[in-house]
């Protein structure tokens, strides 16, 4: 077809074209709210990155429009049990936060550069949960900015950016912290990955990332718990030594969960963190405890699982920084990094200005300080401790009947379930836990979360309402899947792998 603007270039006239359509259209295309969850997930798949997961992609995607407590209600009115939830800390649509965020948000909402009672108060309250010595507080809007700021501090202080991370964490996506994150950069090709050093048996995004292995006692090299935690902290000695006395640098930072969240639900044995964190310390480093899934009494015997083996450990560790996340908000964006004024001088001496423009303001200020009244109030570390003891109490039992749990492990609402073909080669269950969470999900409305690098371990952190009759039904159905669903399966390559 002819053009009508003979004189233009191919590229020009889909300029001129495009330039009329906008005008014509008012700059608009057409924008529709979509009526149906079938319109919802079109328009996800159309405006969505595929990089960018759904949940139970592989049966059928869930759409919620309500929450209540331990539950989400989905657009049919179907109620689901949520055995995974570490955000809604409280319970979903805790009405108590709901009104302290309302109330706040018709009064006054801003940028963080002006004084806000909420706001100094929160960081007072913050600090109060935590050792004397963590009394600096920086607020930000998610786990992985909590966690690059971490790492900036460890940085200032320590002036050294080589960090010491733990196979199969997870810490955040910013550039900073995917490179802290082995559960990650091992399974994309974002980064070139390099070995620090040439007798060592893994690559990290550079030589400043030293991995080392997760203090794994049922299916690490070192099972006995009496010594585990020294043999693996050996470890952590190991990458000192090589950036002291090979590279002639310090430590900056080892960073590590109290409870290896992704990686599994592993639990530091006694002894790993007092001695590895020596060894940090003595290489110029500093100790972050990573407490954005695992904090505010989730452990039930400890409000921090930094804190979980100060019991048996002869010598309690304090970390430098702390940062937590998730629960912080109970949904709003709310996060926070706690350190020593010590390091926080460090920080402020390089010339530093801070400035976050969302985090800790006002709004999500006010939730915060509504999750700590409601954690105070209804004693929610007191119910971790005892309904998570309850489900850990009757899966141990479960245990004893089926054989497909191999490990179960944990502290109070943080329960790791790990299922094994075999529980003397232990060959992981990876399809036979994506089967059982999908039919827990499709047959009783339950959901799981996946995670462990094998991709088998069932890993319970709900909300911290969950009850015991909660807790029965979940461990009942568990065990009707196994016995009823999974037995009557013979072929599981067919199956899909469940995105939780
Ligand atoms: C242990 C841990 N740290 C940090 C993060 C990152 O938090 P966010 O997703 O809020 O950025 C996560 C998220 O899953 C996490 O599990």
Not at 96 to 120: E, I
Not at 208 to 213: D, E, L, R, T
Not at 431 to 439: K, L, R, W
Request: with cysteine; glycine share 8%.
């Amino acid at each position: 077809m002819a053009s009508i603007f003979p004189f233009l270039g191919t590229a020009a006239l889909a300029t001129v074209l495009l330039k009329l359509e906008l005008e014509k259209n008012g700059n608009k295309r057409e924008c529709k709210v979509p009526a149906s969850k079938h319109d919802v997930r079109a328009l996800r798949e159309k405006h969505f990155s595929k990089s960018v997961s759904v949940s139970y992609s592989n049966s059928e995607p869930l759409m919620f429009v309500k929450g209540d407590g331990s539950r989400l209600i989905d657009e049919s009115g179907i109620s689901y049990l949520d055995t995974r939830n570490n955000v809604s800390h409280c319970g979903h649509s805790n009405p108590r936060v709901a009104t302290a965020v309302q109330q706040q948000v018709m009064q006054f909402n801003s940028n963080t550069r002006y004084l806000h009672p909420n706001v100094a108060h929160l960081a007072q309250r913050l600090s109060s949960l935590l050792p004397d010595s963590l009394e600096i507080v920086f607020f930000c809007n998610s786990g992985s900015e909590a966690n690059d700021l971490a790492l900036r501090l460890a940085r200032a202080y320590s002036n050294s950016p080589n960090t010491i991370v733990v196979d199969g964490a997870y810490h955040g996506h910013t550039l900073a912290v995917l490179e802290c994150s082995p559960y990650k950069y091992e399974y994309s090709k974002e980064f070139d990955l390099k070995a620090p050093k040439d007798s060592v048996d893994f690559k990290s995004p550079g030589k400043h990332i030293w991995k080392v292995p997760a203090p794994d006692t049922y299916r690490g090299p070192h099972r006995d718990v009496k010594d585990a935690g020294i043999k693996y902290a050996a470890k952590v000695a190991e990458a000192c030594d090589f950036y002291q006395y090979t590279c002639g640098e310090s430590v900056g930072a080892f960073i590590i969960e109290g409870g290896i969240g992704v990686g599994g639900a592993i639990l530091p044995p006694p002894n790993y963190l007092p001695r590895s964190v020596k060894a940090v310390r003595n290489a110029g480093g500093v100790y972050i405890a990573d407490e954005v899934q695992t904090g505010f009494g989730r452990y039930g015997s400890s409000f921090w699982a930094f804190q979980h083996t100060w019991t048996e450990d002869e010598d309690p560790v304090v970390p430098d920084i702390v940062t937590v996340g998730k629960p912080f908000g109970n949904g709003m964006p709310l996060a926070a990094v706690v350190t020593t004024r010590k390091i926080a001088s460090a920080f402020e001496k390089m010339g530093v200005d801070y400035f976050n423009t969302f985090g800790g303001n006002p709004v999500c200020a006010a939730a915060g300080l509504a999750v700590l009244d409601v954690i105070e109030s209804d004693n929610l570390q007191q119910r971790a401790h005892e309904v998570g003891g309850y489900m850990m109490t009757r899966f141990v039992e479960l245990q004893t009947r089926l054989d497909i749990i191999g490990d179960v492990r944990g502290s109070g609402l943080f329960i790791g379930i790990e299922l094994v073909r075999d529980r003397k080669t232990l060959e992981a269950a990876s399809t036979e836990t994506s089967f059982i969470s999908t039919t827990l999900k499709k047959k009783y409305h339950i959901l799981t979360s996946i995670d462990g690098l094998l991709e088998n371990v069932l890993i319970v952190k709900p909300p911290m309402v969950f009850s015991k009759a909660d807790a029965d039904y979940f461990v009942e159905c568990f065990e009707k899947v196994v016995l009823e669903d999974l037995a009557k399966i013979g072929d599981l390559s067919f199956l899909g792998r469940t995105p939780t």
